[in-house]
C-alpha cells in the first residue's frame, strides 16, 4: 500500500508522484467493519481519514436540556458518503492544538481508510513548501466548501423555524 493510491483525493491534488511518494511513510491503513466508529465527537483530533472504501454516516449529538436532570442525547445525521466521491474527514481539527473532533463518524458498511497523523501531514509541509502549500491550498478549499454548505444548512434551518413560529 502506498500513496499512489490516494492521488484522486482533493488534498493531493497537483502534486506530482514524487511528491506524492513523500506520504508512502507516515500513512496507515485501518479497517473498521459495519458498525465501527472512526470518530468520536468531543475526542482530540490528531489526524485526518480519507476513505478508500466503504460508506459511513457523519452525524451530531442534538443535545438538549429537558430539564435539570434530564436531557436528549438523540443523534442528527449531517451526511452518508461514499468511497466513489473520495471524500476526506477529521480535517477541521487539523488547525488548532487541542481542537476536538465536531462530529461522530460511523462505517455503515465495511471501510478501509487511510489515516495521516497530524503531526507527521504539517512536517511534511514544512520540510517541502511547495507540497506544503498545494495541501493547505487544497484543504483550505475543503473547508471553505464544508463552511457553505453549513451557512447554507444554516440558512434552511432558521427559514423553516422562522416559518412554524409564524403560524
Same mark, same amino acid.
Given at each position: 500500500?502506498? =500513496?499512489?493510491e490516494l492521488k484522486d483525493f482533493s488534498i493531493f491534488e497537483g502534486l506530482s508522484q514524487d511528491e506524492m511518494d513523500t506520504f508512502n511513510s507516515v500513512i496507515k491503513f485501518? %479497517? /473498521?467493519?459495519? !458498525?465501527?466508529? /472512526?470518530? +468520536?465527537e468531543g475526542e482530540v !483530533?490528531?489526524? $485526518?481519514?480519507?476513505?478508500?472504501?466503504? %460508506?459511513? %454516516? $457523519?452525524? @451530531?449529538a442534538l443535545t438538549l436540556s429537558m430539564n435539570k436532570s434530564d436531557s436528549d442525547n +438523540? %443523534? *442528527?445525521s449531517i451526511i452518508k458518503l461514499s468511497s466513489d466521491l473520495k471524500p476526506l474527514f477529521g480535517e477541521m481539527s487539523l488547525f488548532h492544538e487541542g481542537? +476536538? +473532533?465536531?462530529?461522530? /463518524?460511523k462505517a455503515l458498511s465495511d471501510c478501509r481508510l487511510a489515516q495521516i497523523m497530524k503531526n507527521d501531514l504539517f512536517e511534511i509541509c514544512e520540510a517541502n513548501p511547495k $507540497? !506544503?502549500?498545494?495541501?493547505? *491550498?487544497? #484543504? !483550505?478549499?475543503? #473547508?471553505?466548501?464544508?463552511? /457553505? *454548505? =453549513?451557512? @447554507?444548512?444554516? #440558512?434552511k434551518l432558521t427559514t423553516a423555524f422562522s416559518l412554524i413560529l409564524e403560524r
Amino acid at each position: 500500500m502506498n =500513496a499512489n493510491e490516494l492521488k484522486d483525493f482533493s488534498i493531493f491534488e497537483g502534486l506530482s508522484q514524487d511528491e506524492m511518494d513523500t506520504f508512502n511513510s507516515v500513512i496507515k491503513f485501518v %479497517e /473498521v467493519p459495519t !458498525g465501527g466508529q /472512526v470518530i +468520536r465527537e468531543g475526542e482530540v !483530533g490528531d489526524s $485526518i481519514y480519507l476513505l478508500q472504501s466503504g %460508506e459511513v %454516516e $457523519i452525524n @451530531q449529538a442534538l443535545t438538549l436540556s429537558m430539564n435539570k436532570s434530564d436531557s436528549d442525547n +438523540r %443523534e *442528527k445525521s449531517i451526511i452518508k458518503l461514499s468511497s466513489d466521491l473520495k471524500p476526506l474527514f477529521g480535517e477541521m481539527s487539523l488547525f488548532h492544538e487541542g481542537d +476536538r +473532533r465536531t462530529a461522530n /463518524v460511523k462505517a455503515l458498511s465495511d471501510c478501509r481508510l487511510a489515516q495521516i497523523m497530524k503531526n507527521d501531514l504539517f512536517e511534511i509541509c514544512e520540510a517541502n513548501p511547495k $507540497i !506544503g502549500y498545494r495541501i493547505m *491550498k487544497n #484543504l !483550505g478549499g475543503t #473547508l471553505s466548501r464544508n463552511l /457553505v *454548505k =453549513a451557512n @447554507q444548512n444554516v #440558512l434552511k434551518l432558521t427559514t423553516a423555524f422562522s416559518l412554524i413560529l409564524e403560524r
